[in-house]
Structures are given as structure tokens and as C-alpha cells.
């Protein structure tokens, strides 16, 4: 497999967030095809665990859809290893800090349009002492929510943020 | 929350399979901004079940991430229904159909820079009586893999495609 030649590659759309790249590709039967897809930076997924079991969770405005969704802390990656840029999300969106991290994979999460990259990585030992600073565009209320009651919504299919239900899953499989 | 404005809107690129759409967006606290994003049809993810507790799934070469992942059969939804699209997608990538049908949720995959969605469905009652047709682009094997191996490898962090990793863990729960 994957004898895809990339025959030429040019940038339509650039923006802070990502660049809207089209490849001409000729395919392993010979066809020529134009192929344009999302290249981003990645970013990472945080799930915050107090020591009395709930989650730090937010509800964020998604403009991409119109709605407030419940959602984990996560935040771009700007270059920075996964823990490094957790640590800073989670302290400018919520105002914790954590001690203890502890990463649980890296996965991809639309990989038919985007190369679009997320880890997930769990924060314990969590102290209310940072500081909040929010963009303009992040319309985030944090809410505390017990780990048990999001693992059961989000088995139930009602954390309707992908990254965030496989997060709550997977910090949650061992409990 | 969610007083966004969305004062005008354009599309800056369109292909069959997503729309680059760009927003001039005044936030709540009066800033003006672009907001520029990818507006997908959605699709769906299907976690095939054959009666001896095999997963149908699919090794597939993906362009965006040069690489060849374990994946659920999908396919877009074409503006069908998602049990309907599973269906088509199922016989047309595996040559598999199936008698039982259903759905287990729908989410999110990247909601930060777009709004595709996908719906998990699981299929039972399998027979391998269908036509394989396959697009040049999809670049399929067809693997058969034990549900219980693909759940241990979903909390491991090893199955990378995201939304294949929280249908397997949704089929799963229960057992």
C-alpha cells in the first residue's frame, strides 16, 4: 500500500489556526487526483482530576457549530510538547495547576480532510491557584463534574466532543 | 453565552468533500474578527460485528498523515441517513452486510476549526455476500480482528484514528 506520489503541492489558505494545502497526487493505478486537505498543528486534550473525583470541565462556544458544548480543557499546541502546552491551557482557561501529569495517547481526529493531531493527557494533584487569561474568543463557564457522571454520559453518547468522550473513556477505564 | 455575530460570510474554496468558509465574526465583547473554518457533510463510522466477536476493520492508507491506519469502515454521508450510508459503505469497502443495525451516538471530531460530524453505528448479523467497490482512492485491506484485542489496543492508546478508538470503546462497554 501507500504508493501515493505527491506530484506537486501548493498552500490556498493560510491562517494562524491552519493552512488549507492541495496536493496533485498520482495514485498506485496510475490516476491523477487533486487532494485537499487541513493541515494543522495539533493540539492537546486535558482532563483534570480533583482529588475529590470530579473533572475540571468547560462549557465553550463553538462557533463551527453554533452551540456551547461541555468539553475538556484543550488548547493549540504552538510547537510545545503536549504536557508543556496542557500545563499552560489548563491554567489560562481554568485557573488550575497541576502537579502531577501523566500522558495517555496521541491521536488523530478527522483524518479523511486534516492531519489534525490531539493528545490526551490527565492532570493530577490539582491546586486553584493559577491564573485565568482567556482570549476574546474563549467563551468558556468551567464546571466541576464527577468523573463517574461524565464516563456514563459519555457512554451514553451525550459528550457530543469526540476528543473529549475518548479522553473521559480513557482516563476513566481503569476506575 | 454565544452571542457571536456573524456579520458576513464567504466561501474561500469548495470541493466535493468540504468547504473552506471564512466569517466576520463581532464577539460578545465587540471585537471583530475572522473566524475561518471547514464545513463538512459528515459521515459514519461503522463497528461491524461478526458472530464469533470479530471486528471487520480496515488497514487504509490516509494522505493527510502519509501513513496507513487501523480504522472502522466509514464514508461520508452523502446527506443520507447514517444507518443508510453505513450500509452502502460497509458492502461497498468490505463486502460485508448486515442485518442489525444501530446507532450509538453522534459527535464532533474537530470542532475548533470545523464541523464535521460522524455517527456510530454498530452492525450485526453479518454475511459476506455483498460487491466490493471500492474508489481509487481507498486504499483498503480488510482485516478481522477480535473486538476484545481491538478494545485492549483503543485503551492502550494504539488505535491513532480517533473516532475508530471511541466507537470501538462505545461497542464495547458493555462487555
New interface residues.
Partial sequence: ??Q?ITRASRT??E?R??R?RQ?D?R???G?D?T????D?GG?VVVVPILDDGRAVME?V?????????L?CP?GGLDGEQPIAAGRRELEEETGYTAREWRQ???????????????D?VVARDLRADGQVRRE??E?I?VVLVPLAELRAAA????L????S??AI??AT?GA
Same sequence: chains 1, 2.
Fill in positions: 500500500m501507500n501515493w490556498l489558505f491562517s489556526w491552519l488549507l496536493d497526487v495514485l498506485p493505478n490516476d487526483i487532494y485537499t486537505w487541513v494543522h493540539y462549557r462556544y463553538r462557533h463551527t457549530v453554533k452551540r456551547t458544548l468539553e484543550s495517555l495517547g496521541s491521536f488523530f481526529g478527522a483524518v479523511g480532510t486534516s492531519n489534525e493531531r490531539f490526551v476574546a474568543t467563551e463557564e457512554l451514553r453518547g451525550e457530543e466532543d469526540a476528543p468522550a475518548l473513556l480513557l477505564a
